[in-house]
């Protein structure tokens, strides 16, 4: 009987190992399961200014920087599309419209990058032929910038 040999390469791939979600994005899986079940606690009665104090609560909790641009963020995209709901969307202040994410706001700090991202979903109208930014990296709001944000995020509503 011949005995079979495993191949060096084959043996090398058993070796990796997956090391699975980072604490990061365990930790906004975990908050996207308990801000699904906020609905169900709130019941009929929930508002917009529910989802308002969420997302301020969370701005809050964010380090200076990035406080700063979700506070200065958060009053532009709300100046600039008031139809949309604030909401968290894994434990990240988010903007919706009839119940679907339009655009978000991820602080530099929550997936330790050096920037941080205004990001839009599907369900934002920013369609430009065949391909698009959806997501915007952002170090410092300028007035152009928020200009710049402020006309995207109604185009996002339209």
Known sequence: MKSKQK???????TKKRYEGFTDEEKAAMQDRVEEMKVPARRGSGADK?????????KIAEMKD????MGKRLHAVITASAPALSPRLWYGMPAYAKNGKVVCFFQSGQKFKTRYATLGFSDAANLDEGTMWPNAYALTKLTPAVEARIGALV?????
Do not use: C, F, Y
């Not at 920087?65 to 700063?68: F, L, P, V």
């Open 154 to 158: 109604k185009k996002a509503v339209s």
């Open 49 to 57: 200014a529910d989802g308002e104090s969420e997302v301020l609560a």
């Open 7 to 13: 191949s060096a390469k084959s043996s090398a791939a």
């Open 65 to 68: 920087q990035d406080r700063a």
